[in-house]
């Protein structure tokens, strides 16, 4: 299983809708924006939003001898995308399946997939602690080079599910590579002044606490909502942006803690 | 140890269980193919003894996690319970891998105590009681890391061995997605002889990531029988408390909630503002309800519409 894979980094958190799938997808595309060849897994078989934040909604997955092959988003083949979203005949359809189904499924992503060559192979995950993170976790005792990066947002109400997702790394014996916090202020594009909707330095407070790097602070910018839709990267097209600038650091921290030989060059 | 079921498992809704190739050999082919075979679970008439007096069952869902779905609860239940005093409202927190309930109601550290008729909700106010998996855990770092049968097995018991008492309405808060905890509870509740008996709420926010997940869940909805009340569009905007201007957060490309209820045909009851202080408040586990501002005036104006849609 993932054989020619050599990082595998897996995005949790314990809450919904706090970025996981915004952050692994510009990791992603971060990381192959500074050369690395670099696989994208979701396995939110529920609601998968890879798909249409990368643009790729209604691209057909093929089969060959190896497996199912995975989308590629340009002819350089470097980024490499898999989802349960281009396995449905419409993008309205629910997938209302129990437990078992959803292990079986992941296995096949994991196993059945022809991943080629790949310096990271990122996998975005559903929010909890149940079926899909068992399985994954399950499956990466076979891989190695693994680590997991906690998406957080500021507010007490993230934070506690968060530390959830913590003890269960813990449990499961995955590497945390660190916490990244989400949505932490918003700047007034009237006044510029910065309010923290969802109050500040949660995720920093929670880095401490646990003992876990704290990688970057990435504010609420709604310029990233031009980026929804296309494999255009924060580096490349705001590249003067906090966002980018923290994304920048948090790829150069990743690296480093994945020990990949290879220069940055960003 | 459980066997575990075949790669190609149609699953036990679907028409060729029992009948195609892949349950050659299966153990269970024979339960799975035989239609009169399929037993009822024990589990339900258990939860229709135990929710007897229980009047209105309220499901709060959405496909996608984040968007207010237990900001929503609360919400509602305090502003129900503030305006109707001589009714008694239950909330039961389904989300067994990231209970909410507890810090919204401000009823972290507290415990559930048994007696001979059960477990006893936590009291929130006179006539609002919680029942959440929070309250049975040692600390909040503590994780529950379950498969779906132990998560189906908890919602079981929340559902039967709660002494829930009357209530006029029981509001359920859920997990996101379409999955065990949605199945469950739905197959304990639903009631073929009174279909009106459990209905669903859904929350989504505007941007068109988590509309994609809310359609989904609306199939669900459909799927499965339950009408819907409507759908809550959380976190609509946002206002400067500096400059005092809107702003979008969560751009609505796709023309956010109003669009998609026209789309799939569902009422739209209202928007809420994306409002610091709601976020401050319920981390401290405040009521907000008796202050006047934009997100209590919309929310008086959604309680309305639920109210008199029963």
């Known amino acids: 299983m993932l054989d020619k894979v050599k990082n595998v980094i897996v995005v949790l958190s314990g809450k919904g809708g706090v970025g996981k799938s915004t952050v692994s997808t510009q990791l992603a595309l971060a990381l192959r924006e500074t050369g690395y060849k670099v696989g994208l897994l979701d ?4 609601g998968p939003s890879v798909p249409y934040l990368l643009g790729l909604e209604g691209s057909d997955i093929y089969q060959c001898d190896e497996g199912w092959v995975p989308i590629y988003t340009d002819e350089t083949k470097t980024l490499a995308v898999m989802s349960i979203g281009f396995l449905l005949k419409s993008r309205d359809d629910p997938v209302i399946w129990r437990g078992p189904k959803k292990t079986v499924m992941i296995k096949q992503f994991l196993t059945d997939v022809k991943w080629e060559e790949l310096d990271y192979l990122i996998i975005d995950t559903p929010p909890g602690t149940s079926d899909e993170h068992i399985t994954v976790m399950e499956c990466m005792r076979e891989v190695p080079c693994t680590g997991a990066v906690l998406v957080t947002t500021p507010q007490g109400v993230a934070l506690d599910d968060v530390r959830k997702e913590i003890t269960f790394c813990k449990k499961t014996g995955i590497k945390l590579l660190g916490i990244v916090e989400n949505m932490s202020g918003f700047v007034c594009p009237h006044c510029t002044t910065c309010t923290n909707i969802f109050s500040s330095n949660g995720g920093v407070e929670l880095a401490n606490f646990a003992q876990v790097p704290h990688l ?3 504010p609420i910018d709604p310029r990233m909502g031009v980026l929804v839709g296309s494999t255009s990267s924060v580096l490349s097209h705001l590249p003067d942006s906090s966002t980018a600038q923290v994304m920048r650091h948090i790829v150069q921290q990743l690296a480093a803690a994945t020990a990949q030989p290879q220069e940055i060059t960003a | 140890m459980q066997a575990p079921p075949p790669v190609h498992c149609p699953g036990l809704e679907s028409e060729q269980a029992g009948l195609v190739s892949a349950c050659a ?3 269970n082919q024979s339960i799975c193919s035989d239609p009169n075979k399929k037993l009822e679970d024990p589990g339900k008439a258990l939860v229709a003894a135990a929710l007897k007096d229980v009047k209105h069952k309220l499901l709060i869902l959405s496909g996608k996690g984040g968007v207010g779905k237990s900001t929503v609860t609360t ?3 305090r502003y129900l319970a503030r305006s109707c005093p001589d009714k008694n409202f239950g909330v039961l927190d389904i989300d067994i891998c990231g209970p909410s309930q507890p810090r919204l109601l401000g009823a972290v550290g507290e415990n559930v105590h048994q007696s001979g008729s059960g477990w006893s909700p936590v009291g929130i106010d006179d006539n609002v009681c919680l029942m959440s998996i929070g309250f049975l855990l040692g600390s909040v770092d503590d994780a529950i890391i379950w498969r779906g049968p132990k998560k189906n097995g908890m919602i079981r018991q929340f559902l039967s061995e709660v002494d829930w008492g009357t209530l006029d309405l029981l509001l359920l808060d859920t997990p996101p997605g379409t999955s065990d905890e949605h199945l469950s509870v739905v197959s304990y509740l639903r009631d073929d002889n009174a279909p ?7 929350v989504t926010t505007p941007q068109e990531v988590a509309l994609l997940d809310v359609r989904k869940e609306i199939n669900f909805c459909k799927k499965q029988r339950i009408p ?18 809107s702003s979008e957060i969560f751009p609505a490309k796709t023309g956010g909630a109003a669009a998609m209820c026209a789309e799939m045909e569902v009422p739209l009851l209202g928007s809420l503002p994306l409002d610091p202080n709601v976020a401050k408040a319920c981390d401290a586990g405040e009521d907000i309800t008796a202050i006047r501002n934009p997100t209590t005036e919309a929310l008086a104006d959604i309680c309305g519409k639920i109210v008199s849609s029963f």
């Open chain 2, 75 to 77: 919400l509602l239940t």
């Open chain 2, 196 to 202: 009106d008996s459990v209905r669903a709420i859904i």
């Open chain 1, 216 to 218: 970057g602070t990435l």
């Open chain 2, 228 to 245: 819907i009340v409507g759908v809550i569009e959380n976190m609509s905007s946002f206002r400067c408390g500096h400059c005092g201007n």
């Open chain 2, 25 to 27: 050999g299966c153990p």
């Open chain 1, 43 to 46: 396995i939110d078989l529920c």
